[in-house]
């Protein structure tokens, strides 16, 4: 699935005074306290099959992502395909290797209502979303996100966590679509990276400008 559905989370170690701590307690302390971080992710496109009615997974990708807000990340794919989605904080950069072709969009005000902003945005997310608690699942706290502006893709995004980190994601989509989000090896404030988050267009590549 080419397409940037952001957002991710993660596996660490415990944070003293969450582990039965609310959705909303952990997640505000997370927010608070992770300027930026690095991690795996698995993504699972759910579907709903047309001849059952029994949801399906049709795609499912892993890959790596590191962020720092506001605004800058890396977000790789490296299986079933190599992309890279990449934001220096004012342009979005999409990079697919195999056509070697990377498509460039302003960043702008795009990301303040967008599921990205939730890992990737400011501090200020009561701003563009509601939060409220949601029904504890999988051994997971959960938190219901919902956006306040009204021509968002996404109906509803929920964020699952344990001991003050997230460790899922479920963005569903106006076209009946659920994206489940998985994250793993989750590192809070790690040192940026060599290169920082200056995109740099590999040798050869077409560059489309949106």
């Known amino acids: 699935m080419r397409k940037l559905v952001c957002l991710l989370a993660f596996s660490a170690a415990l944070v ?5 701590a609310s959705a909303l307690e952990q997640f505000k302390s997370f927010v608070s306290s992770t300027q930026s971080a690095k991690g795996e992710f698995t993504q699972r ?13 049709s795609t499912t990708s892993s890959g790596t992502f590191i962020f720092a807000r506001p605004g800058k990340f890396i977000w790789t794919y490296t299986k079933p395909y190599e992309q890279v989605l990449q934001a220096d ?28 902003a939730i890992l990737f945005g400011s501090n200020d ?7 409220k608690e949601g029904t504890p699942k999988d051994g997971l706290e959960w938190l219901e996100v919902t956006p306040k502006a009204k021509d968002t893709t996404f109906d509803h995004i929920g964020v699952g966590l344990r001991n003050g980190l997230p460790e899922a994601m479920e963005l569903k989509d106006s076209f009946g679509q659920t994206s489940m989000l998985s994250f793993t090896n989750f590192v809070k404030n790690p040192a940026p990276p060599s290169g920082g988050f200056k995109f740099v267009v590999p040798k050869g590549a077409d560059v489309f400008d949106n």
């Open 89 to 116: 904080g004012d342009k979005l950069f999409i990079y697919d290797k195999d056509l070697n072709q990377v498509t460039t969009k302003k960043l702008g005000n795009a990301l303040g209502s967008s599921p990205a």
């Open 125 to 131: 997310l009561e701003k563009n979303f509601t939060l």
């Open 16 to 20: 003293p005074g969450l582990a039965s």
């Open 45 to 57: 496109l759910v579907t709903t099959d047309s001849g059952t009615n029994k949801p399906k997974v």
